[in-house]
């Protein structure tokens, strides 16, 4: 866990007066802790100037923990957070590890579940999730809607095309969940083209649920997707992640990213056509249309579970002992992890919400 | 008239094949040199990477790789069979068709000035743009991963092969002519022969070519193969088992690499430069 700063200590004798602040409230209406509410203003302190780097995990684009971190550069979120930020984008899978690794990056994003692989490998990556975006998971399985495939049930006899070097563990539990023989299925590993299911190379794809379906549906094709989430597996998305030296080093700035990105998270929710347009800034030549829809889907990802009531980003240890026993199951990890708690850190999101409410500055 | 034999001055069959104690040496020429210096290297890299205390998910010392590689051997060397396999199917496809589109622009300008624009186009498409349309097109077996190794092995044969084809001794065409031989015999007879260094240039050029082929094809689908290795530990960040991939691959290209200088020997034994070499 990080050590306490000057920054925290400050922030908690600010928290009587915020109190009070909200306590004087004339609207008695107002709920007090929603994700839908403006962040709180409350004085400004003196705030140590750094740098640092965030690499975004894949290309420039509309997902929204990148999202976050555009808005707060653009907006000058960043910079009222006396931070100055340099943003890079990965181009490799597993780059931005390296990065982090190298010093060479700071933060990063990661899906959930890569966190705790990474963590589980020969060798370990010393990664840490402090924030977690996405309360469901990235990863769904299209279909085309005329295929008369309804259920998992009728992946049956069906070709199902799978990313990554082996069928991932949510495919792998929402068979389970929705009692699919396995081996009735011809599994073949596919890249990232969706074409390979609008040629019927395969009968079932494991998409990102905010990116192939409306490329799909773009291309001319009318999909129908399967949400592990709805089928009760317990699937996390992206989170913002750090290394552990650099959270114990310096737990404040971690912090103040934290609070500059989700504010441009927030912003952004209340402003979406201006979110696009600093979206395209970085991403030019993407589909307006395609950023927003990708933006949405993960927005309203966000927005489930307890960061309805805790605010964006919120996670709890019940979510990640969910995931890591999911992985465990189906034996996605190398091994068993020596301390799951160390693999993500809620401090800073308990230092800068309070009843749901993201304090500001 | 009397049948004149198409015989050179230079004439491979007028010369003994070189006696096995030559190819020894061949041998000992080839794999010394390279092997004292990997040696030499790869103890400058574990002293430097100790030395320097450089994190394992940046750059494994080489003996973490090597206790990666010993701990399953079986699985490395079998995943690089496949890699193998594909390549070499890639590779003869490529050479063929190469070959092929070679006789016939070496005889015909022509055909040269409009086919070779449309080789060039192949040469300059990145292969990682086309190798997941590959797989759409070929579906999930072994021809995408066939197909890009030939396309990436394509060019060296061709160019090489227009070179050597029209690389004929002018006195010996003049002769050959005179004697009103065929085209075949021609083509037999004087530009095949003529074109055979060049063809071992292209082919040892072209045989490295076709394992990045394959392997780049294997990024993209098929559940076996040094590629999705690659693919898998790269992801992972597992860097033992990417250099030990790396390495096996390595491996393959040298000794394939070796096993053409050795062949060309043999072949080309007639040839000047392998005579002067003894």
């Known amino acids: 866990m990080p050590k306490p700063t000057w920054f925290k200590l400050l922030l908690v004798s600010l928290i009587p007066i915020l109190v009070a602040l909200l306590a004087a409230c004339e609207d008695e209406e107002q709920s007090p802790a929603t994700a839908t509410a403006t962040p709180t203003t409350t004085p400004q302190a003196t705030l140590t100037p750094a740098s640092l780097t965030f690499m975004a995990g894949f290309k420039p684009q509309a997902n929204l923990p990148f999202v976050g971190a555009y808005v707060a550069q653009e907006k000058g979120f960043f910079q009222e957070q006396g931070l100055t930020?340099?943003?890079?984008?990965?181009?490799?899978?597993?780059?931005?590890?390296?990065?982090?690794?190298?010093?060479?990056?700071?933060?990063?994003?990661?899906?959930?579940?890569?966190?705790?692989?990474?963590?589980?490998?020969?060798?370990?990556?010393?990664?840490?999730?402090?924030?977690?975006?996405?309360?469901?998971?990235?990863?769904?399985?299209?279909?085309?809607?005329?295929?008369?495939?309804?259920?998992?049930?009728?992946?049956?006899?069906?070709?199902?095309?799978?990313?990554?070097?082996?069928?991932?563990?949510?495919?792998?539990?929402?068979?389970?969940?929705?009692?699919?023989?396995?081996?009735?299925?011809?599994?073949?590993?596919?890249?990232?083209?969706?074409?390979?299911?609008?040629?019927?190379?395969?009968?079932?794809?494991?998409?990102?649920?905010?990116?192939?379906?409306?490329?799909?549906?773009?291309?001319?094709?009318?999909?129908?997707?399967?949400?592990?989430?709805?089928?009760?597996?317990?699937?996390?998305?992206?989170?913002?992640?750090?290394?552990?030296?650099?959270?114990?080093?310096?737990?404040?700035?971690?912090?103040?990213?934290?609070?500059?990105?989700?504010?441009?998270?927030?912003?952004?929710?209340?402003?979406?056509?201006e979110a696009i347009d600093i979206v395209l800034r970085y991403a030019p030549g993407e589909d307006r249309e395609h950023q927003r829809f990708m933006f949405e889907t993960e927005l309203a990802a966000a927005l489930a579970g307890d960061a309805q009531e805790n605010g964006i980003g919120w996670m709890t240890a019940q979510q990640w002992q969910a995931l890591y026993d999911m992985l465990q199951r189906y034996q996605a990890l190398s091994g068993p992890l020596a301390d799951l708690s160390a693999a993500y850190s809620d401090q800073a999101l308990r230092n800068i919400y309070t009843n749901g409410q993201l304090q500001w500055p | 008239m009397t049948e004149v034999p198409l015989h050179e001055p230079w004439e491979p069959l007028a010369l003994a094949p070189p006696r096995w104690n030559g190819t020894l040496r061949a041998v000992a020429a080839y794999v010394l040199p390279p092997t004292v210096a990997l040696a030499i290297g790869l103890l400058s890299w574990e002293v430097w990477t100790r030395a320097r205390d450089i994190s394992i998910l940046l750059v494994p010392p080489p003996s973490r790789v090597i206790d990666r590689f010993l701990d399953r051997p079986g699985f490395f060397l079998g995943e690089g069979m496949t890699t193998l396999y594909e390549a070499l199917l890639g590779l003869a496809l490529g050479a063929a068709v190469a070959i092929a589109a070679a006789v016939l622009m070496a005889h015909s300008r022509l055909a040269e000035r409009a086919l070779f624009p449309l080789a060039i186009l192949v040469k300059v498409t990145p292969v990682v743009a086309v190798a997941p349309l590959l797989v759409i097109w070929f579906g999930f077996g072994l021809w995408p991963k066939v197909c890009v190794a030939a396309l990436i092995s394509f060019f060296p044969f061709l160019v090489n092969s227009i070179t050597g084809f029209r690389s004929v001794n002018p006195g010996a065409m003049e002769f050959v002519q005179s004697l009103r031989a065929s085209p075949l015999d021609v083509f037999l007879k004087l530009r095949a022969p003529s074109a055979l260094p060049y063809l071992f240039a292209a082919l040892k050029v072209s045989l490295p070519l076709s394992l990045i082929g394959a392997v780049v094809a294997e990024w993209f689908s098929g559940d076996k193969g040094l590629g999705l290795v690659i693919f898998t530990a790269n992801y992972q960040l597992d860097t033992p088992t990417l250099f030990a991939a790396i390495a096996v691959l390595a491996v393959i290209g040298v000794s394939l690499n070796i096993g053409a200088s050795l062949l060309e020997r043999r072949v080309l034994f007639w040839h000047e430069a392998f005579r002067e070499q003894g």
């Open chain 1, 85 to 273: 930020v340099d943003i890079k984008h990965s181009r490799t899978s597993g780059e931005e590890f390296r990065f982090l690794v190298a010093g060479n990056a700071q933060i990063t994003t990661a899906d959930a579940s890569v966190v705790l692989e990474r963590r589980s490998g020969d060798p370990a990556v010393p990664v840490v999730a402090f924030a977690l975006i996405g309360q469901t998971g990235q990863q769904g399985f299209a279909v085309l809607a005329d295929s008369g495939i309804e259920t998992p049930k009728d992946w049956e006899g069906k070709t199902a095309g799978y990313k990554g070097s082996k069928p991932t563990p949510d495919y792998l539990a929402i068979l389970d969940a929705a009692g699919v023989d396995r081996s009735k299925i011809q599994e073949v590993r596919v890249g990232f083209e969706p074409q390979v299911l609008t040629e019927k190379k395969v009968d079932v794809l494991a998409v990102f649920l905010s990116n192939e379906p409306d490329t799909l549906g773009r291309l001319g094709y009318q999909v129908r997707t399967f949400d592990p989430a709805d089928y009760g597996v317990p699937t996390l998305g992206l989170t913002y992640a750090t290394s552990e030296s650099y959270l114990q080093e310096h737990p404040d700035i971690v912090q103040r990213f934290l609070k500059a990105a989700l504010k441009g998270i927030y912003y952004a929710k209340e402003n979406p056509d």
